[in-house]
């Protein structure tokens, strides 16, 4: 992933699968039905990706599991959990999560 | 020929998409700075993170890329990481359809390639409300798209006169962003009981198997048991 030329194969690979995922269903549903068991599926995966994402990114911190308050990523998103929660607003969860990471770096 | 009515009203839905465009850029300036940032500490040019960013245009489909390509991952797992980080488009683009029925179909080729959870947030919601031209999608999403790449080559080209991003708290855009849309998605209890899933499998299966396959695994098999839990039709 190093030179230049795999770079950018590598990214318009990434483009074009993303852009299949857009333009597919919106070009296409409005004729045809996908099944029903996957419609199901589909709609538990934003919710199951960004979860592990989230729980990948918190409690894996400086390259292993840190359960504890020494761990400002965890600190910060427990109290950003209720901001995230009650706006929905992701610039608001973003800067007070970050807000506070600088605060506890800055006091620990 | 389309008649004076015509035009003004896409003007209009032109202006009123740059408008709701505006926390949506709000959002993308710190995500997306603090993507430059990683990106660049990861050895990508501001060139190379802009060219990310017009053709992928998936703010975390390319930090999790640009996190697999620190860690030396295969193509083709960043590619299949891709693919199911950004599967949820599916849904949004389908939620979307019946929306761009009016619309022309080569419009909807070009409209649908701005497809993010933001632009999908705000524009669904739009929708919802009354029929809206494809000027308001164009102005709605393109905006949006230009402040991502820009502010994501501001942040690789800037990011190295930062001394210590992490005593900023740039380490926590990330997470921010996931817990944030991970809230839009929380209905009921059921997405809850599947997100928490989800999360304890993405870190179990970290300490089971080599690779960056936690989180895909994870999603699939807690999206599995989704379904059966399921009874809505």
């Known amino acids: 992933m190093r030179t230049s030329l795999s770079y950018l194969y590598l990214v318009l690979t990434m483009g074009f699968v993303t852009y299949l995922l857009r333009m597919l269903p919106a070009t296409l549903l409005s004729k045809k039905k996908i099944p029903k068991l996957f419609v199901k599926f589909l709609k538990f995966i934003p919710a199951a990706v960004l979860s592990a994402l989230l729980f990948q990114g918190v409690f894996i911190y400086g390259g292993r599991l840190n359960i504890s308050f020494y761990n400002p990523l965890l600190v910060a998103s427990i109290i950003a959990f209720p901001i995230a929660y009650k706006t929905k607003n992701m610039f608001a969860t973003v800067l007070a999560g970050m807000g506070i990471v600088m605060l506890f770096n800055y006091i620990i | ?233």
């Not at chain 2, 999608?137 to 942040?155: E, R």
């Open chain 2, 1 to 233: 020929m389309k008649t004076v009515m015509q035009q003004s009203k896409e003007k209009n839905d032109l202006i009123f998409g740059i408008k709701r465009a505006i926390p949506i850029v709000f959002g993308y300036i710190p995500v997306g700075f603090a993507m430059g940032v990683t990106a660049s500490n990861t050895g990508l040019t501001p060139f190379e993170t802009g060219l990310m960013s017009v053709f992928v245009y998936a703010g975390s489909a390319q930090f999790v890329a640009i996190d697999m390509i620190r860690s030396n991952a295969s193509f083709i797992a960043i590619i299949i990481t891709t693919f199911l980080v950004n599967l949820r488009h599916l849904l949004f683009s389908a939620s979307l359809a019946p929306h761009f029925q009016h619309i022309k179909q080569k419009l909807i080729f070009i409209i649908s390639f701005f497809i993010t959870d933001e632009s999908f947030a705000v524009s669904i919601t739009d929708a919802e409300q009354g029929s809206l031209s494809h000027s308001y999608y164009l102005g709605l999403y393109i905006t949006a798209y230009l402040s991502w790449i820009l502010s994501t080559v501001i942040g690789a080209a800037f990011g190295n006169l930062i001394p210590d991003t992490k005593a900023l708290g740039f380490d926590f855009a990330l997470p921010g962003m996931f817990l944030a849309l991970l809230c839009m998605q929380l209905k009921n209890i059921k997405f809850i009981f599947v997100s928490l899933i989800s999360g304890l499998l993405s870190i179990i299966l970290i300490y089971l198997m080599p690779g960056n396959w936690n989180v895909i695994l994870a999603a699939v098999i807690a999206a599995v048991i989704g379904v059966f839990i399921d009874d809505e039709d």
